[in-house]
């Protein structure tokens, strides 16, 4: 099939049970809605397209399109000022604005949109935008709406992906927002941002010009200017966020921080993460970033191969000719490498066998294995292992992996026969051969949350996943597949497993492929887009495939332009 069609059409289908609605083949253009519809075929405008005119109504595309005049006019779907009115699952392209919710409690989901001017407008209160595609735009989600929530949409538009006026006051929440001018930008006080992503903005990813409520497990990658640009003074929660590589475009000119504070007073700010920025410094104030604790003491590296026994940070790198590098073997041991540079041949670069040991802060590069963690309750944070096999290798019980980027010829980011709830949060894998995130033989709680697997543009003869998981009991939410050479999401569930809000965006296999089931496991809230179509238009490339797999429990998933055009299997996974 070919993709532009699929984009025209995006075909949306999701299954729910919904009060019995009429269907119409030939509803008229910009005539008021006054009872729920579905409509049963395609619909071209020359001016507004479907506009509702009563409260309590439902507007179902039917997985069909609303197209408009191609000159940047009219508004594709409007609420109209009325409530309680709900748009879903089908395409809207080429109008002035794609979807308008205004007056309260209306909801819009499962839309896709392109080549409108806006893609979304959102006003009045109380609406609720969800599970939502905006491509193509000249922006994407545009509100002043107050209490309204802005939840597990994908963005991507020449503009900005979220823009929030003032007035706003909302929850956004796992959004993706990729390839726009500004990634999140927010005049409005009070605003919550959590578990939400901007990748490849041409400007910066978040930009905050008015004290939001709280900014929290955000992630900010590759944007060309500052990851997240806080303008004001924020007197706000603002924790455990990351940014990865932002500011080398159009050049590494020093220029380029992971934060950005211009008013710096009072806020609550702990655990954020900036790690190989364009701007060496990372972090402005350097308390934005500051690690917590009791400073630890600083001296010059010991020979390769040592044993270190007590907390350090270290004042320089190092380089190993042969061999591994360094050992952590005691209790409560934290190693901060400072922010320098570790570099090595074969072997690997730090191994962890003590308890809650921790390591953070620097680059491994060159080891064959960056960090091999076997102990209990330890922690790898805000490192980028840059290595030919095996970024992180994590066994043992209970261990954490945060704000990391593993970039490899290899495996990205592994657990392996580990036991408890070993969590990987806010990491980023960039591979081009293998793997971005294995999980395979962990005994229960394994947890995936806030973490992209993105896929190299080198050698596309090469088989490359995002997510190879298997285990019992695992949490996969949040994370994004992108741009990678076979699945977005390959997963076996031998047991009761949570998978949801994920996105998988232009992988070459399937979106999301799941083998086997056990009661208990869901599949909740997951976006499927484009996959399939960067091996050419061959019809095999699925968004949702489940095979072998009675009792699984699906809900709210969404697969849209995806090769394969039946887009699931079976069709109830979506």
């Given at each position: ?51 509702a ?34 748009v ?10 794609g ?33 939502n ?34 007035g ?52 900010a ?11 004001t ?102 190693v ?16 962890i066998?003590?308890?809650?040991a ?27 292992v ?25 495996i990205?980011?592994s ?16 591979m081009?051969?293998k ?12 947890r ?7 896929g ?16 019992k ?8 597949a ?9 997963i076996?569930?031998p ?24 009661h ?11 996959n ?18 009675p ?5 709210n ?8 055009p039946?887009?699931?299997?079976p069709?109830?996974s979506?």
């Open positions: 099939m070919n993709r532009g069609t699929l984009l025209f059409t995006a075909l949306l289908t999701v299954a729910a049970i919904m009060p019995a609605m009429r269907a119409e083949a030939a509803i008229a253009c910009d005539t008021p809605i006054t009872a729920s519809i579905t409509l049963d075929a395609n619909l071209t405008c020359s001016g507004n397209g479907l506009v005119g009563a409260n309590n109504i439902t507007i179902d595309l039917g997985g069909h399109s609303v197209n408009g005049p191609v000159n940047g006019t009219g508004t594709g779907v409007t609420t109209n000022g009325h409530s309680h009115v709900v879903r699952h089908g395409s809207v392209n080429y109008f002035g604005n979807v308008v919710a205004s007056g309260s409690q209306n909801v819009v989901e499962g839309i896709y949109t392109y080549g409108n001017y806006h893609d979304a407008l959102v006003g009045g209160s109380h609406e609720t935008i969800v599970g595609i905006f491509a193509g735009g000249l922006g994407g989600i545009e509100s002043d709406a107050a209490s309204s929530s802005i939840v597990r949409n994908e963005i991507a538009s020449s503009g900005f992906g979220v823009l929030l006026d003032p706003a006051c909302c929850t956004v929440d796992g959004n993706i927002v990729k390839d726009a001018g500004t990634g999140f930008k927010s005049s409005s006080p009070g605003v919550n941002l959590t578990h939400n992503v901007a990748i490849h903005s041409t400007d910066d990813g978040f930009e905050l010009d008015a004290p939001p409520g709280t900014v929290a497990d955000n992630i990658f590759e944007n060309d200017s500052e990851g997240f640009l806080v303008r003074n924020p007197q706000v929660v603002f924790e455990n966020n990351v940014a990865n590589d932002n500011g080398f475009a159009p050049a590494a000119d020093g220029r380029g921080l992971g934060f950005d504070f211009a008013d710096f007073n009072h806020p609550r700010v702990e655990g954020n993460i900036a790690v190989r920025n364009d701007d060496p410094a990372n972090c402005t104030p350097a308390t934005t970033c500051a690690f917590a604790g009791k400073p630890l003491p600083v001296q010059a590296p010991p020979p390769c191969g040592s044993t270190i026994t007590h907390s350090v940070k270290f004042n320089a790198g190092m380089s190993c000719t042969a061999g591994n590098g360094y050992t952590i073997g005691a209790r409560h041991v934290v901060d490498l400072g922010g320098f540079e570790f570099k090595g041949v074969h072997g690997t670069g730090f191994t066998s003590g308890r809650h921790t390591i953070r802060n620097g680059l491994i590069v060159g080891f064959d294995t960056g960090v091999k963690v076997s102990g209990k309750h330890d922690v790898v944070e805000a490192l980028f840059d290595l030919a096999a095996h970024g992180i290798d994590v066994s043992g019980t209970s261990n954490r992996v945060v704000g990391t980027v593993a970039a490899t010829d290899g990205g980011i657990a392996t026969a580990s036991k408890g709830s070993t969590r990987f949060v806010e990491d980023v894998a960039l081009s051969s793997t971005g995130f294995t999980i395979s033989g962990n005994s229960k709680g394994v995936l949350d806030t973490n992209i697997a993105f190299l543009p080198t050698d596309t003869s090469k088989v490359a996943g995002a997510f190879d998981l298997e285990g009991h695992m949490t996969v939410e949040h994370n994004v992108y741009e990678t050479y076979s699945d977005g999401f390959d076996a569930i047991t009761t497993e949570k998978i949801s809000a994920n996105l998988a965006n232009r992988n070459e296999g399937d979106g999301f492929r799941l083998t086997g089931s056990h208990g496991a869901t599949l909740n809230d997951n976006v499927a887009d484009s399939g179509i960067q091996a050419g238009d061959d019809n095999i490339g699925l968004g949702f495939e489940i095979v072998d797999a009792h699984l429990k699906a809900k998933d969404i697969a849209s332009a995806n090769d394969d039946s887009e699931c299997s069709q109830i979506c």
